[in-house]
């Protein structure tokens, strides 16, 4: 069994790793706790960037350009993981553009919601609006992310045998998926401690308290730094 289990959710740039989850990993672990940590966000993308899935969903009609991207797929990964990526900035547009062309393919054929290695957006629902966080929690609305989290990352997850995850919201691209698997994990996992912490909850601190609104799937939402909070939930240390 793991004492708490950290996640990373998508969407963010899939170059930028994520550190402050790293760090506190290490201080849980410091503080005798048995911790792991999962990045959601490169594992996501890797998911819908991986050939099998890309030719089921392209199907049958693949024009020049889709053919293309196909083809170079593995090397376009290739690049951006090693680096040769900046040292050849021609090189680098051009497997960009070909894993761009890529995650098209998940984007809705309305355009409502679109996906590339630099940006997230769902323009049918709002991060901003508390209906909407509570349909993608509830299994209303979903992502593109959905058949990631149902297929690979609840099992994964579950797993792990957490009694606390905490799930990292830093930013506005996160937070539909963030919830989506949030109220995933809550029907999966129902006696498992939800919590969510990052800066986007953080900045969020104020208006919640002053309309007294609470985000449902989560137990408890962590403002700030989350260290002290997260092991004193652990050792079962935390108020009420």
Known sequence: MTDILLIQPPALKPAEPPLALAVLLAYLKGEGLTAAAIDANLDA???LLDSERLAERAGAAIDTNLQRAL??????LKL????AAGQNFARYTTAVHYLNRLLALWNTEDGEERLTLGDYQHAGLSSFAPEDLAQVAEGEAHTLFAD???????PQIIATRPRIIAISINYLHQALPAFELAGLLRRKMPEVLLVAGGGLVTSWQEPLR???LCLSPFDRLIFGPGETALTALAKGEAGD
């Open 210 to 212: 002053r309309l007294d």
């Open 148 to 154: 990631y989290f149902t297929s690979r990352l609840v």
């Open 71 to 76: 083809k170079h797929r593995a090397a376009s």
């Open 80 to 83: 951006l993981r090693s680096p």
């Open 45 to 47: 993308y890797l998911h």
